[in-house]
């Protein structure tokens, strides 16, 4: 199982890419977060971080209105099936 978070583009500007804000233990490998499809399969997504501080990365270049996993899953492989949880 995993919490699930939603990341959508700036409501003032819609045509820009998403950004988020990704707690540190969602990162792993280089640069990369598990992204949940429609079916609870997760896939791993490169993501361009442009800075940081002690328990966030910040992030740009992102599909618009993705889920995420933000916490780490032991043994978590593609299209791996979770039970979403929505917070």
Do not use: C
């Amino acid at each position: 199982m995993g919490l699930i978070k939603l990341i959508s583009s700036s409501p003032n500007k819609p045509s820009s890419p998403a950004w988020g804000l990704y707690p540190r233990t969602a990162i792993f490998g280089e640069n990369k977060i598990y992204t949940v499809n429609k079916d609870s399969t997760i896939h791993s997504t490169e993501i361009n971080i442009r800075s940081s501080d002690d328990r966030y990365y910040y992030v740009d270049n992102l599909k618009d209105s993705i889920y995420y996993l933000p916490q780490p899953i032991i043994n978590a492989k593609e299209s791996f099936k979770i039970t979403p949880i929505f917070k």
